[in-house]
């Protein structure tokens, strides 16, 4: 389903503000499309691996640089029922790639299929794309009609999956999950909702992260710096409701799938938390794992740079750590008495050894 001009369009993909330049891309292309899932329960999001791969390198053309992202517009889902003629469309809004080797030739990129939520007459509509259990056939086709390659999916009951869908009936609770955007203390209170009733499931663990994200920026806000607070917070002089919420909701949306687009930004949050909370060694190991898994994005890209901060902060800590001396005359004092109270016990211990030998000789006289 295409959008009306002047009509929002919120595709269930991580919005990405790109600095646009002159020159676009070379036209001819095909389409890949993958998933790790081949079932999942109903109410999951599912994510989607794209493969773009080009006939022609992707170049600026003023630079003449090779492109290292490149946003594909116009993309359409298109779905399919097993046992049904009606093939269903969901515009995929801007899709964000990067660049795969160094060519210019082939661009990855991940997007989150779950709902469709367009802005229609000043009014949110929300359209699920895997709208009941059963068995599904999907593609990607672009404004040319290229088309991707089918994949199959199967959307088995869940219990637990359809108490969430019941509890985010408004869609700007949608909105709010997908993007970030429509939010409100319903939004919040719902979303938690969610993360409280539905453990475990790949919703709840989404709703986590977005609430952490959210909690975060609250957080950012009001301590624009993290080393005074940690200051404070490690003398015990603050005390900040924020810092629990964010850290609670963060470190359960760490659990989703390393593809789930929004985990890296989880993952960049919740080092800052450690880092406060004086977690050296798990900040650390998040900064490893940013660097590994996230390699081309945007906290990926930065750890290992932000690993060196972190470890010159900690050893400033460990330099200015008080450490216990002995100094002066009360040091000396104390030296003595250790160096007299030994001198008596040793005393007291051979009295003791010479006694029982004294009564001994005066039993034989």
């Given amino acids: 389903m295409s959008c009306q001009k002047g009509v929002f369009c919120l595709a269930a993909v991580t919005v990405i503000l790109l600095t646009s330049q002159s ?116 593609s990607v086709m672009d404004a040319k009609k290229r088309s991707s390659n089918t994949l199959d999916i199967l959307m088995e009951p869940s219990d637990l999956g359809q108490k969430a869908l019941s509890l985010l009936t408004d869609p700007k609770d949608i909105a709010f999950l997908i993007g970030g955007v429509y939010k409100s203390p319903e939004s919040v209170s719902r979303l938690e909702e969610v993360v409280n009733q539905c453990e475990g499931i790949l919703l709840a663990k989404w709703a986590a992260s977005r609430l952490g994200v959210e909690y975060f920026k609250e957080f950012q806000k009001k301590h624009t710096s993290f080393e005074k607070f940690k200051a404070l917070r490690d003398k015990g002089k603050i005390e900040e409701p924020l810092f629990g919420q964010a850290r609670k909701y963060l470190s359960a949306g760490v659990e989703l799938r390393d593809e789930f687009p929004i985990r890296e930004n989880v993952v960049g949050k919740l080092v800052n938390m450690e880092f406060m909370d004086g977690n050296y060694e798990k900040a650390f190991s998040l900064l490893d794992e940013l660097r590994t898994k996230y390699p081309d994005g945007e906290y990926g890209r930065k750890a290992s740079g932000w690993k060196e901060e972190l470890i010159e902060l900690q050893k400033r800590e460990l330099a200015q750590a008080p450490q216990p001396r002995v100094r002066g005359w009360s040091g000396l004092l104390t030296l003595f008495l250790v160096i007299a109270v030994g001198i008596v016990l040793i005393g007291l211990i051979l009295v003791l050894k010479k006694k029982p030998s004294s009564r001994g000789k005066s039993r034989a006289t």
């Fill in 23 to 138: 020159g676009e891309t070379q036209e001819g292309y095909s389409i890949e499309i993958s998933t790790a899932q081949k079932r999942t329960e109903y109410g999951s999001p599912i994510v989607l691996s794209l493969r773009f791969v080009y006939q022609q390198p992707q170049m600026w053309r003023v630079t003449g640089k090779t492109r290292q992202v490149v946003s594909l517009d116009l993309l359409d889902l298109q779905v399919q029922q097993s046992g049904t003629e009606e093939t269903r469309l969901f515009r995929l809004g801007k899709t964000v790639c990067n660049l795969q080797g160094t060519k210019g030739l082939e661009y990855t990129g991940k997007v989150v299929l779950w709902c469709h939520v367009h802005e229609e007459r000043g009014k949110l509509i929300k359209r699920m794309i895997f709208d009941k259990p059963g068995a599904y056939t999907f």
